[in-house]
């Protein structure tokens, strides 16, 4: 208990802390958590945070606890963040502004990413045949438009090129509802993108179908996970016929995980149990919220952000029954279905649930994390406008901050209000090349609080720079930086990021719902140099 010697526990805090824990049990197991935290408390001495009154001020504040010898927890992909378009934009190629310089610029900020081309509306793509019926104009997001249409060569090349000279990879959601009358996949349209594509060395990854296990549900019609097993099979030999063994095949897309009937789980271990190694990542579909119904209090309740580990503990149990190790990417989530919360999800209101989600996915193993969506619907992360909302800021802080390196950052009770991560700083968050590490997270109270990161790897000349995010109200679409509202230049370029610099003596304070990325420079542990 070396570094605990003189601090004095805070019993009744730590208990009201277990309590919350328990009313939290139907989406985290609190006892365990509690219990496991105990155990560390009494194994290593060290390792262990909790809510104290610190050494070093009168006041309450939680310790953030990172230990000399911190291991790596997880390596995620250098597209971790990622994004989609849907397909449903494909349907009236004057809604998608692809060929538009600033939102060309919007989107390279947010690279490397993946730019998934995929939603229900991947199940009606037919690629350049019947091209006269393209005049037809559309609803502009309409998610239960199962109409079949046409995507030309012309605009998917098009498409293509957005992705190319905004430095992202297109991950491009392949037709699996044509089928031939044995209900096979009929990959005779599909042959044609993926030849045409080869013919223009494109360099892509692949889907097929989105979200299979409703079809029933969207489409009158039933794939079983075994059949899609095999069309993916066919797929995997296709694109190694065609020249692209070397792209990354995801699936199967499935969504509805976590609810009570199990059905989207077992549809995913059927189907990864009945397929050959075809597949690289496992990919699924979260949401926490129905958009039309979706309040704004629900965007800052713990009990909404603790779904995902529940779903993503489902996934891997569906993984590991099925006999499979196969890493997973979380390929296409948002706050809240049907188009995402009118005037919430594509808000400051959003933004928590957002940067919590890739946190805690990071902190779990999760590969990629496809945010739904770049343009388009009610949580987008720019707006009609083509200027930026709170989401993409935040993406573009996270990718100057945290890089693919996962630490293992102990906090009491990460599943309250005060919700915590640690990656290594990002090679753009560094300063003189010096070793730096990120926390970062939220405090979803309406009280500040205190928080106060701790070990014996920060010495004198450790530095944190503090970035802290606010917003005047949940609704608002600004987001102010250390009380500044960001703003692009007016050049298109990124404004300063002004940090305040404090010593690790002191205290940071998070204000009321807020968010924070603390970049700790100086800090030398083994991941993190370079
Ligand atoms: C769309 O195309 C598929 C595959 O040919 C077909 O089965 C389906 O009936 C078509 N849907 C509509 C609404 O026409
Ligand atoms: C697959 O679709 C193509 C194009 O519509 C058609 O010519 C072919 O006969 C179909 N194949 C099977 C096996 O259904
Ligand atoms: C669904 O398809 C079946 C035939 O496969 C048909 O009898 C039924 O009317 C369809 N239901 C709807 C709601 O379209
Ligand atoms: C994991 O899968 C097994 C086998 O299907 C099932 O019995 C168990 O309830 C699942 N556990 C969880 C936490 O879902
Ligand atoms: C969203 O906010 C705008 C103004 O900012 C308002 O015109 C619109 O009616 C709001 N939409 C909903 C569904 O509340």
């Known amino acids: 208990m070396s570094s605990f010697d003189n601090i004095l526990w805070n019993k009744s805090k730590y208990q009201s802390l277990e309590q919350q824990q328990q009313q939290n049990t139907n989406y985290v197991n609190g006892n365990s958590q509690s219990i496991i935290t105990l155990l560390l408390i009494g194994l290593l001495g060290t390792a262990v945070i909790t809510t104290m009154w610190s050494i070093h001020s009168p006041t309450k ?88 249409f046409t995507l030309t060569e012309e605009f998917y090349l098009n498409l293509y090129k957005f992705t190319e000279k905004s430095k992202l990879k297109m991950l491009f959601d392949l037709n699996v509802m044509i089928r031939t009358d044995q209900n096979e996949w009929n990959s ?102 129905n958009g039309r119904i979706a309040k704004v209090d629900d965007f800052i309740n713990p009990k909404v952000f603790n779904q995902l580990s529940a779903e993503i503990k489902q996934i891997n149990n569906a993984t590991k029954n099925s006999g499979k190790n196969i890493k997973m990417w979380i390929s296409e989530t948002s706050t809240a279905y049907g188009g995402g919360a009118p005037n919430l999800s594509d808000r400051f209101a959003g933004t928590f649930l957002w940067l919590d989600k890739l946190g805690y996915s990071a902190s779990v193993g999760v590969d990629v994390v496809i945010r739904q969506s770049l343009f388009g619907g009610n949580y987008a992360m720019i707006g009609n406008d083509l200027l930026p909302n709170p989401d993409w800021w935040i993406s573009v802080l996270y990718k100057q901050f945290v890089s693919e390196i996962v630490l293992d950052l102990k906090t009491p009770n990460n599943f309250g209000t005060l919700r915590f991560y640690a990656h290594c700083t990002a090679k753009l968050g560094l300063v003189n090349r010096l070793p730096a590490l990120t926390i970062y997270g939220m405090n979803l109270d309406n009280k500040p609080k205190n928080i106060f990161i701790q070990g014996n790897w920060i010495k004198k ?15 608002s679409r600004e987001i102010k930086l250390n009380g500044e509202k960001l703003k692009l230049n007016s050049d298109g370029s990124l404004p300063p990021f002004n940090p305040v610099i404090i010593k690790p003596t002191q205290m940071i304070t998070l204000p009321p719902i807020s968010m924070a990325f603390i970049v700790i420079h100086g800090a030398d542990i083994p991941p993190c140099r370079s």
């Open 61 to 148: 504040a939680t310790i953030f606890l990172i230990d000399t010898k911190l291991p790596m927890l997880h390596k995620t992909s250098t597209r971790f963040l990622s994004f989609g378009l849907d397909s449903s934009l494909l349907r009236d190629p004057k809604t998608l502004p692809i060929n538009n310089e600033a939102f060309m610029n919007l989107a390279k900020y947010l690279s490397p990413a993946y730019a998934r081309i995929g939603g229900t509306s991947a199940d009606c793509i037919f690629f350049k045949q019947n091209s006269d019926d393209i005049s037809r104009t559309y609803d502009k997001f309409d998610p239960n438009d199962i109409t079949n």
């Open 188 to 289: 005779s349209n599909a042959k044609d993108i993926i030849e045409f594509s080869k013919g223009h060395s494109m360099d892509i990854d692949w889907q097929l179908g989105n979200e299979p296990n409703s079809f029933k549900h969207v489409f009158n019609r039933s794939i079983s996970a075994t059949q899609l097993a095999h069309d993916y099979q066919h797929l995997r030999n296709l694109l190694n016929d065609i020249g692209y063994s070397s792209s990354i095949l995801v699936g199967p897309e499935t969504n509805h995980i976590g609810d009570s009937n199990e059905r989207g789980e077992m549809y995913t271990e059927e189907f990864l149990k009945n397929q050959d190694n075809c597949i690289d990542f496992v990919t699924w579909h979260q949401y926490y919220l």
């Open 461 to 475: 000349k450790t530095n944190i720079f503090l970035y802290i995010l606010t917003a005047d109200d949940l609704t």
